[in-house]
């Protein structure tokens, strides 16, 4: 990404599954149906970078729910193991015909949140659903001490 010479370097601290509950009570009061079922984690567990991949890909779920599925009940599951985390963002489908999830927009989202799971040595798969929901998935994995990758 470009910076301005007038920019300075960015100090904030990076969002991680911490921030999850506070993205979703944001979307919840901009009018998302959103349902979190996340595992509690122990900070020393998930290792920052797999934190923030799955605080983004939830996120542009998020973003994507609202944009091309207005009204529709959107799950997150978010499930830590020995060795990884599980990202699953499905909706349902949505409120009004004819929109439906991946109808318009570049696909740049999708492909973004690939690129962060992949970048970890994970899996990322997305694509609609039978009943006209549409659900991503991601496996973000971590050596079970918990160190990076």
Do not use: K
Request: glycine share 14%; proline share 9%.
């Amino acid at each position: 990404m470009l910076r301005s010479e007038n920019s300075g370097p960015q100090t904030a601290p990076q969002p991680d599954l911490t921030d999850l509950g506070a993205m979703v009570d944001a979307a919840r009061r901009a009018g998302l149906p959103v349902t979190l079922d996340a595992d509690p984690v122990d900070d020393d567990q998930v290792p920052a970078p797999v934190g923030l991949a799955a605080y983004r890909i939830v996120q542009e779920c998020l973003a994507n729910a609202a944009r091309h599925a207005a009204g529709a009940a959107v799950r997150v599951t978010v499930r830590a193991g020995p060795s990884g985390l599980r990202v699953r963002v499905q909706n349902a489908p949505p409120a009004e015909a004819g929109s439906r999830p991946g109808e318009a927009g570049s696909g740049h989202g999708l492909t973004g949140m690939r690129e962060r799971a992949t970048s970890l040595g994970g899996t990322f798969t997305a694509g609609p659903l039978p009943d006209g929901g549409y659900a991503v998935a991601a496996e973000l994995p971590y050596d079970a001490e918990g160190g990076d990758r």
